[in-house]
């Protein structure tokens, strides 16, 4: 893998238009200009970078090739950990989550590319985006049975779900990134997660996120939690995303409800709140009573009062869905070893003489000392009561050698998310620290 992120300007990406790339033996193209919409990029272009579609031999769009715009090596970290988990492989409903990090070093470059590029390779999940979609219910140009409704809301909580077990937060969840296959084969899923790029993890004590002044994103506003929108508005660029719950919720609710009556460019949180009280109610009629514990929270308007720690975890509601899911394999993160440094010369030292013995009246007074100090430490000992054991929390005695622990080389945050409650002030901003080289600490007061 490359050590570091290639940044894609524009005249690059009009250069890869139309281009054949060989990757792990398989042609793909990179979609070129479309002559019916002259000056429109075949890319698209986000926050976080570019996602250039792939087609294969027939036309059609196979894969994603991601570009970023910010490099750093906190998000190649980032993005070579999201990879390794092979979080494609674990559901059908996250089949477009990255797959490989690519590197034209490395894997060949793009038929007549004169310049290298990184990036990571995630395959193309079927249907469209359910923004798209929404505008299309709105002007009563497509169907969405209550069947499909239904099964778009467990496929969501299943995706969840798993991520949630792997301790993953997508981060951005949002019309624009959730695909609906209204057109789905037997086998495959109603919907699929796609854009991973504002992910968050812990993992093994590594905390894997992006704050906005390192070129991340919050979420979107109306589908995030709500704190982290008034955060941004009065300019806290140290904010990361942290739940999916909020942004699950309004999904889940436009899922079941979307029509004509409600705008598509906006959450549930701005729809008439007499409308939606009655499509809520209406939906209600024909849910299975097993299942409708799995939407009780999502009534309005209480849904939009809850914190995030009062709503419902993705795990939970699977099994109240007796949706079955598979265990996900996660990976630690890897913790690069310090580079060793080289040994420090020790000086030379000319050797001291031995000093002349004493004569044998020093000798004895010497040992007359050595034997009253004994008794009186001991004596004093005694009195304070310290020959009794010492209490393991508490400060180690005077004359015992200290209990040390070995604190290992790796890397760490410091300090508390500003989303944690009960936070005070002196506990930020969050600060990545790197301990190169390991040493061993006291584990009690001095």
Request: hydrophobic share 40%.
């Amino acid at each position: 893998m490359s050590n570091t992120i290639l940044p894609l300007s524009n005249t690059q990406a009009k250069s890869l238009a139309g281009k054949r790339w060989l990757f792990n033996g398989q042609s793909y193209y990179f979609k070129d200009y479309d002559p019916a919409a002259p000056g429109q990029p075949p890319w698209r272009s986000g926050a976080e970078g570019k996602a250039f579609p792939l087609l294969d031999s027939g036309g059609q769009v196979a894969a994603y090739l991601k570009f970023f715009t910010t490099p750093s090596q906190l998000r190649l970290d980032r993005t070579r950990w999201l990879v390794t988990q092979q979080i494609h492989a674990w559901a059908p409903q996250l089949s477009a989550a990255p797959s490989a990090w690519v590197d034209s070093h490395q894997g060949g470059r793009p038929d007549g590319l004169q310049f290298d590029l990184t990036g990571y390779f995630a395959m193309a999940a079927r249907g469209e985006t359910w923004l798209e979609l929404k505008y299309h219910l709105v002007e009563n140009r497509a169907r969405f049975d209550k069947n499909l409704r239904w099964e778009c809301l467990c496929d969501l909580v299943a995706a969840l779900a798993l991520l949630e077990q792997a301790s993953i937060v997508h981060g951005d969840l949002s019309p624009g990134n959730i695909l609906v296959n209204i057109h789905r084969a037997s086998g495959e899923p109603a919907l699929s997660v796609i854009d991973f790029d504002a992910f968050v993890a812990q993992i093994g004590g590594q905390h894997l996120m992006l704050a906005v002044s390192e070129g991340g994103t919050y979420g979107t506003a109306g589908y995030c939690p709500p704190d982290l929108v008034k955060k941004a508005e009065s300019g806290d660029r140290t904010i990361v995303p942290y739940s999916d719950r909020h942004s699950r919720d309004m999904l889940l609710l436009e899922f079941l409800l979307a029509g004509p009556e409600f705008s598509a460019e906006v959450s549930p949180r701005d729809w008439p709140l007499d409308k939606l009280q009655r499509r809520y109610r209406a939906f209600l009629g024909g849910v299975p009573p097993g299942a409708m514990a799995a939407i009780a929270h999502l009534e309005p308007p209480a849904v939009f009062s809850f914190l995030e720690r009062q709503r419902p975890s993705s795990t939970d509601l699977a099994k109240t869905l007796a949706l079955r899911l598979p265990s996900p394999p996660v990976k630690p993160f890897p913790v690069s070893p310090p580079s060793p440094s080289p040994p420090k010369p020790v000086p030379r030292q000319r050797p001291r003489p031995a000093p002349p013995p004493p004569p044998a009246t020093q000798k004895r007074k010497r040992r007359l000392w050595k034997w009253a100090a004994v008794v009186l430490a001991t004596s004093v000992i005694l009195a304070l009561g310290w020959w009794r054991p010492w209490p393991p929390n508490s400060l180690a005695p005077m004359g015992l050698p200290p209990e040390l622990v070995k604190i290992e080389p790796g890397t760490f945050v410091m300090g508390s998310p500003a989303s944690e409650a009960g936070r005070i002030s002196d506990e930020g901003p969050q600060t990545r620290v790197t301990i190169s080289k390991g040493f061993s600490m006291g584990k009690y007061e001095v």
